[in-house]
């Protein structure tokens, strides 16, 4: 079953993904050559407690982090370890988090120092694929509809789309329907409804889409051991059009907390 929020919920929502998006901002400035994974995770969950959540991975089904750190080839799930990040590395940092009753979930891919060629590129087109799904989260269109635009940009620049993996509904339960596939055809499954709130996250890969899970239960790695990338946001479906929850907010404003706009979900701190 499909919940739709109301936009008292939707503001809850925003409290909640803002606050993921400021700790993944604080993450992201420590991320160099020479930190751990581990450091990146203590950071996260030191962030997270501060904000006056909880973290949503940890213990979800017996992950043992607050963070989902994939280095290079990993595509998700990567667990946080004393793994050292080194230049030229590419880290997806995934996070979500449990705050007033709601989650919050969104997800980055940072370089670590110079990258090359490759990888800048496509980081960059599978966060242009992760916008390009967004500007399609329309009140009566398909949730097909976005994972079309993903496949559509991605394959034409020569990548392939993980689909094992895929987006879903978020809200008072983390993953929620409907199921958000970035591929397919336009025009099918559930239709887009005002108060629908979506977590789009393209994972792309440089190589073939074929992935395999690793013994320790969680890490997938691209079978060809290229590497991918990973990009999400929560987003609300408002009748003025998608609202990206998962953006930094002023938390130390009290007028930005209580101003009509967010009550309605539609602060423009949020707007795509």
Known sequence: MIVRKTPSEVRRMRFANALVAKVLVDVK???????TTKDLDCLAEKLVAEGGAVP????YN???????TSVNEEVVHGIPSERVLREGDVVSIDLGVVLDGFYGDHAITVPVGAIDGDATTLLRVTEEALNLAIAKAQTGGYVSDLGHAV???VEAHGYSVVREFVGHGIGKNLHEEPQVPNYGEPGRGPQLLSGMVLAIEPMVNLGSAEVQVLDDGWTAVTRDRR???HFEHSVAITEEGPLVLSRPMDFEDPDSLSSSSVEMGLSTTGRF
């Open 151 to 153: 496949q559509k940009h």
């Open 227 to 229: 590497i991918s990338a």
């Open 29 to 35: 400035e420590i991320v160099e050559d020479g930190v």
């Open 62 to 68: 017996g992950y043992p982090a607050t963070l989902c």
């Open 56 to 59: 949503a991975f940890k213990g």
